[in-house]
């Protein structure tokens, strides 16, 4: 089993910056991929962005691309998302997720754990 619980939401006005993270527990982190995705009501999970066990490939969705980094630190078994230039747009509970795949990572169903999420409000 492993436990993930993220941190790092709030309220941000548009332009801004926010930091999520999400600290792990349980069965060793570096053998997990991870992910991040959001939902905003009324729409299915998306991804948002993922990297390797390793840390060295990393994948971002096309709304996201040269705005948000994900990274990750093996040591504190956390993963990171940083978001810059915020969008109204990128309001949404914000999930991290771990999988034991190393394919398909924007694909929710490839995700074994999940955290219980983060509110990001993004004001015009």
């Known amino acids: 089993q492993v436990q993930l619980v993220e941190s790092g939401g709030g309220l941000v006005q548009a332009g801004g910056s926010l930091r999520l993270s999400c600290a792990t527990s349980g069965r060793s982190f570096i053998t997990y991929g991870m992910g991040w995705f959001r939902q905003a009501p009324g729409t299915e999970r998306e991804f948002v962005a993922a990297i390797s066990r390793s840390g060295i490939t990393t994948y971002y969705s096309d709304s996201v691309k040269d705005r948000f980094t994900i990274s990750r630190d093996n040591a504190k078994n956390t993963v990171y998302l940083q978001m810059n230039s915020l969008k109204p747009e990128d309001t949404a509970v914000y999930y991290c997720?771990?999988?034991?795949?190393?394919?398909?990572?924007?694909?929710?169903?490839?995700?074994?754990?999940w955290g219980q999420g983060t509110q990001v409000t993004v004001s015009s």
């Open positions: 997720a771990a999988t034991s795949s190393s394919i398909a990572m924007h694909t929710p169903s490839r995700y074994d754990y």
